[in-house]
Structure formats: C-alpha cells, structure tokens
C-alpha cells in the first residue's frame, strides 16, 4: 500500500501563487509516477501534470507555462508550484501515485482562486 497525503492548499487572488506537496509513504517501489489531478465541481477530474520515475512531465494544455511539476525522489514528494492563478483553477487537487497494481489517490486540498 501507498498513502499519499497532500498539503498547501488555500485561498489566494487571481495572478497569486500557491505550492502543493504530495509525499508519498508505504510500498513506495511499486509506483512509476506521481501527478496531480483536480476536480472542479460538476466537473470530471482531470489531469493536471504528472512525472514519471524516468522523469518524464506531462501537463494539461491549460497550465503549460504557468503550472510545474518537480520530485524529489529523497523525500517521496511531488511538488506542484501553480503561478498566475485563475478563477478556473479552483478546485479539488488530489496527488495520485499509479502502480501497475492499482491506482492510490491522496485525499485532495482545496485551491481556490477568488478576488
């Protein structure tokens, strides 16, 4: 088993910056990447970046140049570091961690983007 717990969720105004972190615990062997999704409400959950244990990122048209997504593998953490906010960036972000097993998901921090 995998548990992921995030942290730096918040408010912030349009144009601001928030830091998300995801640390990972457990069966830590057994995953090949780490990302961030997030849900809007009414809205499916969506990819937002992910890197893989290769290195390789892959991020949502949306937030490419604006949205980074680092590792650092000592620590079993995933950053998120998200500049220039938008109101559509609320959401729900959940840290996921896929293994050929399954699928393991942290239990989300609200981002919210409000003047």
């Known amino acids: 088993q995998v548990q992921l717990v995030e942290s730096g969720g918040g408010l912030v105004q349009p144009g601001g910056s928030l830091r998300l972190s995801c640390a990972a615990s457990?069966?830590?062997?057994?995953?090949?990447?780490m990302g961030w999704y997030r849900q809007a409400p009414g809205k499916q959950r969506e990819l937002v970046a992910a890197?893989?244990?290769?290195?390789?990122?892959r991020y949502l048209d949306s937030v490419k140049g604006r949205f980074t997504i680092s590792r650092d593998n000592a620590k079993n953490t995933v950053y998120l570091q998200m500049n220039s906010l938008k109101p559509e960036d609320t959401a729900v972000y959940y840290c996921?961690?896929?293994?050929?097993?399954?699928?393991?998901w942290g239990r989300g921090t609200q981002v919210t983007v409000s003047s």
């Open positions: 890197i893989t244990n290769g290195g390789s990122i």
């Open positions: 996921n961690a896929p293994s050929m097993a399954q699928d393991y």
């Open positions: 457990g069966s830590i062997f057994s995953i090949y990447a």
